[in-house]
Every structure is written in C-alpha cells, then in structure tokens.
C-alpha cells in the first residue's frame, strides 16, 4: 500500500514502512511508555486506522519497532565481529572493544530501546522471537571469531566456543548498563581487555591447581 500523503520519510515509503519508521523515532524519543498512536501517525503521514490495517495494533507495531531498533544497533557489532582476524590477542580485543563501546555512544537511542524491548519481550511472544534470533546471530558471529582464534592456538585446554560467547556476551551486557549509568568512569576497551586476560590466566591456573569441579 502506498502512502498517498508525503510524510517526513519520503514520498516512495509505504505505509506500512513508515509507521514502523515513525514508531522507531517516537520510543527512541520518547521511550515506549510514552508514545501514542498518534505519535506514530502524525510522523507517517497517515490515518490512525493505517495502524490497525498493518499490525493489529499501537502494541504490536511497538514491539516490531523494538525488534527493528534492536537489529540495527546488532548489526554493526555483528560486522565488527566478522573483521576480527585470529589469533585473537589484546593488540586487536582492546581496540575491538572501543569500537564496540563507541556504537553505544552513536546509538544510544537504540541502546535505550534494546533494554525495553527485553522487558517487553516477557509478554510479547513475537517480540521475544525476534530478539532471540538477533541474539543468535550475534552468538554465531562471534563464537566463529572464537573458533578461528583457537584454530591457531596450541594449547591443549581451550574453552568451549558457544560457552565462551554466552560469557562475552554477558559481560558486554555488564558494560551496557555501566555506561548508560556513568559513561565517564568505564575503562577502556584495552584496558577491560588485559583484565580479563589476567582473570582467565588466574581461573585456568586455579583450576589446574584443584582439577576438575
């Protein structure tokens, strides 16, 4: 269906591509709470029944802007991933790291919807389908990082690839939340990197020192 109204995200988009465009605009403005239906169609140029015909509903079409803004704050960490050549080492996980920490800086909107889109997920099974295929992808891209780095490692010990993502992941997760609170005391990436360097070394040794749990 196309929008015989021009609205602010150009003449050729379809109604149904500019309510979504326009409700990701509203929740990275004013967060999900407080959007209106309303909202969303005065910024796609279309009648409040444009909503109904293309997603059911207000909800609906704020969760499918939620999993949208998601996967495109997912996308460049995902292509960030893919330029990490193995072995991986701290000349290139502190710099990789920076990086990943300034996506926030440019998509802090995004960042914001990402967290309350995790707390829609719980009720929204559409919502949380989507989310979890974004986190999918995003623990495929880099548990192959991970098994391409340990290609080229001799060490007879290595960690388990999906397992050791799941963590990174997790800790990214950590500094997401430290930053969005108080970005000016986060450590650098390099920085970050070398401690969790140190931290593995002194769980490897001690678990060597008392065996398997």
Known sequence: VQDNRASEYGPRMTNR????????????????????????TDGAGVSLGAIGYHFGSTRELLDAALAEGVRRWFEPLI??????????NLEQMGPALDGLLETLSHNRPLVIAYFEALLRAERSPALRTALAADFHALRNALTSG?????????E????????????????????????????????SGPRIAETLKRTAILVAATTAQRGPL
Do not use: C, N, V
């Open 146 to 154: 991970i098994e391409r780095s340990l290609a080229h490692q001799t």
């Open 79 to 88: 292509g960030l991933l893919s330029q990490l050549q193995p072995p991986l």
């Open 17 to 40: 591509e500019a309510l979504l465009e326009s409700a990701l605009a509203s929740l990275q403005a004013k967060g999900y709470a407080d959007t209106t239906a309303r909202d969303i």
């Open 156 to 187: 007879a010990a290595s960690p388990d690839p999906a397992a050791a993502a799941s963590l990174i992941m997790a800790t990214f997760d950590g500094l997401i939340i430290q930053w969005l609170l108080d970005p000016q005391r986060l450590e």
